[in-house]
Structures are given as structure tokens and as C-alpha cells.
């Protein structure tokens, strides 16, 4: 923990000559891109909302495919579930926009030859939240369903919710879409020059246990495979992270260029 805090004293001293903003400016800039990105949800949604027939039908399939239906309790759970299906939906249509707005607003932070990734910043953090989205809805989510109510429910008779299974389905999809922003993260800080390989590669069995409790958290199986299913994914995407910490590090650039 010293050593990151001092590598955060060193990354803000580093960045120190960078032209600054007053506080209000920084609060207008913030206001403008979280407006921008209001819109683009918004516009998103409605997208969305038109097709939320075919979005309901993405969100029912694993259930069909076990034969199962969803029950609802409240007059209005019906036209929730379109509207969650269609915000989640409005919102991964919307995210590269509002992706480019936050880099938007972190950009003046940062020196002109780290600005080139702003492109590759969007695509890759786009394409591992669908990456992960998509290895949840396609391994785990149904896995999940056949394994909870198939054998560990099969002497009952499931009445599965709208509102129940809504939350069951965003918990998998956006848990482990989040999770695989592993790289985007240590991506930032490595450039901040907060982290750098070494330390990652040096706190690696803390890096793992903690990767494990992840799984066992958002996993909704009980058994060990399934967690290490969830956890495998993880530990792949952490040894991403060091190769991309090893070359965006700031160390790393200025050896290089005077070499």
C-alpha cells in the first residue's frame, strides 16, 4: 500500500506541468459531458424501446429453452421488464459515446502522445463488456438455470418472476461484463504511472485470491467448477493486464526514448 501511494504522489507531481482548469471549469466541463451522455441514453433507449420485442425475446430464450416461463405478481411488471430490457439495451448502444465523452474529460490530464488511444480505449472497453455479456449468456446464465432448477429445484414447481428473474439475468450479464474491464482499468493506472508489471506480477497471489472471492461472490452456483468457470476468465484477462501495464507504463516509454 505505500508503494502505491507514493506511486500516486509521483503520477500527480509528473503531470504537474499540464495546462490546469479552475474548479468551475471542471464542473462545467463535467455538466456538458454528462449531458451529452444523457442524451445519447436517452436516444439509446428509444432505439431500443422500439425493438424491445426482440430484446424480450434475447432476455426469454434461455428460459424457453428449458421450457420455463415467467410469472409476474404486479400489474406493471410486465411493462418494467420492457423498459429494463430496453435502458440496458439504450445503454451498450449509447456506450461508445459516452465513452468518448469521459475521455473527453479526462483528456486535458493527459500528455499528447497518450491521446492516441482514445480510439482503442472505446473499442477495447466496448468489445470486453460484450465479450464478457456474451460468455455470461451463453455458458453461465443457462448453466446457472438448469443447474438451480433442474436438479437442485426439480422436486418443486418453480414460479420464477419477472422481477426475479430481470434481476438474476442483469446480475450475470453486467457482473461479468464489468468484470472484464480488468484491462481498461489497470490500462489507467498503469499510464498514470499508479501500477506498473512489477507489481503487479509481485502481488499475483493477492491478485488471485481476490479474483476467487470475486467468483464466489457473483457466482450463482454453489459448486467449486462453477466458480473456477467464472475465475478463469479473470486470471486470463490479469495476465492481459500485465502485458498492457508493462507497455504503457510511463517508465517503460522514457527508456525507450532515450535509448
Known amino acids: 500500500m505505500p508503494d502505491v501511494i507514493d506511486n500516486v504522489k509521483t503520477a500527480v507531481s509528473d503531470r504537474a506541468e499540464l495546462p490546469g482548469m479552475s474548479l468551475m471549469e471542471h464542473l462545467a466541463e463535467l455538466r456538458s459531458r454528462l449531458i451529452h451522455s444523457a442524451v445519447a441514453l436517452v436516444i439509446g433507449f428509444a432505439i431500443a424501446y422500439y425493438f424491445h420485442e426482440q430484446l424480450f425475446a434475447i432476455v ?19 411493462l418494467n421488464l420492457y423498459l429494463k430490457t430496453s435502458l440496458y439495451g439504450g445503454a451498450i448502444l449509447a456506450a461508445p459515446y459516452i465513452l468518448y465523452q469521459v475521455w473527453l474529460f479526462i483528456s486535458p490530464g493527459l500528455y499528447e502522445n497518450e491521446k492516441k488511444y482514445v480510439w482503442p480505449f472505446m473499442f477495447t472497453t466496448v468489445g470486453l463488456f460484450l465479450a464478457g455479456a456474451w460468455f455470461g449468456y451463453r ?11 433442474g436438479e437442485f429445484g426439480k422436486h418443486f414447481h418453480p ?33 498514470f504511472g499508479i501500477t506498473d508489471a512489477k507489481f503487479l506480477v509481485k502481488n499475483a497471489r ?13 457466482c450463482p452456483l454453489p459448486d467449486p467448477l462453477s466458480m473456477i468457470l467464472f475465475a478463469m476468465p479473470m486470471l486470463a484477462l490479469y495476465a492481459v493486464s500485465i502485458g498492457v501495464a508493462y507497455m504503457v507504463h510511463p517508465a517503460r516509454k522514457k527508456k525507450l526514448a532515450s535509448a
Do not use: C, W
Request: a negative charge; glycine letters at 6%.
Open 60 to 78: 426469454q430464450r434461455p428460459m424457453n429453452e428449458l421450457h420455463l416461463e415467467l410469472n409476474f405478481t404486479h400489474p406493471t411488471d410486465g
Open 139 to 149: 455458458y453461465v446464465l443457462k448453466s446457472a438455470l438448469k443447474v438451480l432448477i
Open 159 to 191: 414460479i420464477i418472476t419477472i422481477d426475479d428473474y430481470t434481476g438474476f439475468f442483469s446480475a450475470i450479464i453486467f457482473g461479468l461484463g464489468i468484470s472484464f474491464e480488468l484491462p481498461i482499468v489497470v490500462f489507467f493506472l498503469a499510464l
Open 206 to 218: 493477492y491478485a488471485i485470491l481476490i479474483i476467487f472471492i470475486i467468483a464466489a461472490i457473483i
